[in-house]
T-cell receptor, first 113, second 110 residues
Framework: NAGVMQNPRHLVRRRGQEARLRCSPM?????VYWYRQLPEEGLKFMVY????????ESGMPKERFSAEFPKEGPSILRIQQVVRGDSAAYFC???????????FGSGTQLSVL | GQQVMQIPQYQHVQEGEDFTTYCNSS?????IQWYKQRPGGHPVFLIQ?????EVKKQKRLTFQFGEAKKNSSLHITATQTTDVGTYFC??????????FGTGTSLTVIP
């Protein structure tokens, strides 16, 4: 049973470009969470999704950021017109039920030049 | 909004010494989870506590949930170099997803 898969592991973008981060949850998991982490800092909640639904996006900036979890395929975190401040590690986690333990992917390290 | 604070932020110990990190929430928690993140790695689930006053042990690790369900602690006895990493507590919000604490970074000096 493969774990949570995130790709790419490293993503380099220039200011103004778009970044697309992908997350395939563990098999059988329908709950997906995205977190952002800066060096030496904690995990900041961004968004919580279930299949085809955004449940809680209170941690995600209103502009330039969007997330989806389609019926088929991975969850996508999309950042438009990236700025240097978007540079961070972005972790995805999944769980089989709401409130249960989270299984994390290896993360995507986004670097904006 | 909900806040989950951890102290200390950093802790350096000699190998063999004990270590404790404390987690405090601004609101009552239905349950609390603990995760460990090794340097350069991703968070890994350690344990979940649900009941008021609950104590659970995993080998040298002891986890405690406060009576008021607003605080928790993780105690490691006789630390080893494999214990190095950042320890996070995580508590559910009203939407039942988890906000993570600020974390305690543990360094073990051989």
């Amino acid at each position: 049973n493969a774990g949570v898969m995130q790709n790419p592991r490293h993503l380099v973008r220039r200011r103004g470009q778009e970044a697309r981060l992908r997350c395939s949850p563990m098999k059988g998991h329908s709950h997906v969470y995205w977190y952002r982490q800066l060096p030496e800092e904690g995990l900041k909640f961004m968004v919580y999704l279930q299949k085809e639904n955004i449940i809680d996006e209170s941690g995600m900036p209103k502009e330039r950021f969007s997330a989806e979890f389609p019926k088929e395929g991975p969850s996508i975190l999309r950042i438009q017109q990236v700025v240097r401040g978007d540079s961070a590690a972005y972790f995805c986690a999944s769980s089989p039920k709401e409130g249960e333990k989270l299984f994390f992917g290896s993360g995507t390290q986004l670097s904006v030049l | 909004g909900q806040q989950v604070m951890q102290i200390p932020q950093y802790q350096h110990v000699q190998e063999g010494e004990d270590f404790t990190t404390y987690c405090n929430s601004s609101t009552t928690l239905s349950n609390i989870q603990w995760y460990k993140q090794r340097p350069g790695g991703h968070p890994v689930f350690l344990i979940q506590l649900v009941k008021s006053g609950e104590v659970k042990k995993q080998k040298r690790l002891t986890f405690q949930f406060g009576e008021a369900k607003k605080n928790s602690s993780l105690h490691i006895t006789a630390t080893q170099t494999t214990d190095v990493g950042t320890y996070f507590c995580a508590g559910p919000s009203t939407g039942n997803q988890f906000y993570f604490g600020t974390g305690t970074s543990l360094t073990v000096i051989p």
